[in-house]
């Protein structure tokens, strides 16, 4: 009987079959991880799934307004509590991106936050990234904190948090963690204390 394949291609399509599979275990994994952080959360897993949808609207009104909204401005949901950051010289934009995330179902509150009379550029941008990881892997190696009931955002070297803490002094850490993050000017609370 004649072979029709050789040891190295028999080798080389069973690694990958196997690695297919594992990348589809992988995105399963990912998927779960996902599902079980949200249903950890304060907000649960309703509520997780009940910002995201809210979030996902304002940012269709955005883009459907025409406005450059989605590259100068961010919507942060928790809540039902819109968190807008972001930073834009044009004073209609930002009172326009408030009037939107308003006609959006659900939302309960709208946070202004855009920093009005500046613009961020790429070292800004770059820079405010940065603050954002540093501040969340302190947070989240910290075991007094419940990382995963906050949203941390940066524009300009101003942190803003949204979310909820177990305590003040959990809320009281945190900003502690943000003032000592290279860079930070300003923090900006919006977290609600669990009651």
């Known amino acids: 009987m004649p072979r029709l394949f050789s040891a190295p291609v028999l080798v080389i399509t069973s690694l990958l079959a196997v690695s297919t599979i594992l990348s589809g275990c992988t995105a399963i994994v990912g998927a779960g991880a996902t599902v079980g952080v949200a249903a950890v959360q304060e907000r649960g897993l309703k509520g997780r799934a009940n910002d995201l949808k809210i979030e996902a609207r304002v940012l269709e009104k955005y883009v459907n307004a025409g406005f450059k909204l989605t590259a100068t401005i961010g919507a942060?949901?928790?809540?039902?509590?819109?968190?807008?950051?972001?930073?834009?010289?044009?004073?209609?934009?930002?009172?326009?991106?408030?009037?939107?995330?308003?006609?959006?179902?659900?939302?309960?509150?709208?946070?202004?936050?855009?920093?009005?009379?500046?613009?961020?550029?790429?070292?800004?941008?770059?820079?405010?990234t940065w603050i954002t990881a540093q501040l969340k892997s302190k947070m989240t190696f910290d075991q007094e904190i419940l990382s995963i009931n906050y949203v941390v955002e940066t524009v300009n070297a101003t942190v803003y948090l949204i979310g909820i803490a177990q305590n003040a002094t959990e809320l009281n850490r945190v900003k502690q963690h943000a003032s000592n993050v290279k860079f930070v000017r300003n923090i900006i609370s919006h977290v609600r204390v669990k009651k």
Do not use: P
């Not at 509590?81 to 939107?100: E, N």
């Not at 309960?108 to 070292?123: L, P, R, Y």
């Open 76 to 128: 942060e949901v928790y809540e039902g509590r819109v968190l807008l950051t972001g930073a834009s010289k044009d004073t209609k934009i930002t009172d326009q991106a408030v009037k939107l995330a308003w006609q959006v179902d659900g939302v309960k509150e709208v946070i202004n936050e855009i920093q009005v009379g500046k613009e961020s550029g790429i070292s800004d941008y770059a820079q405010d």
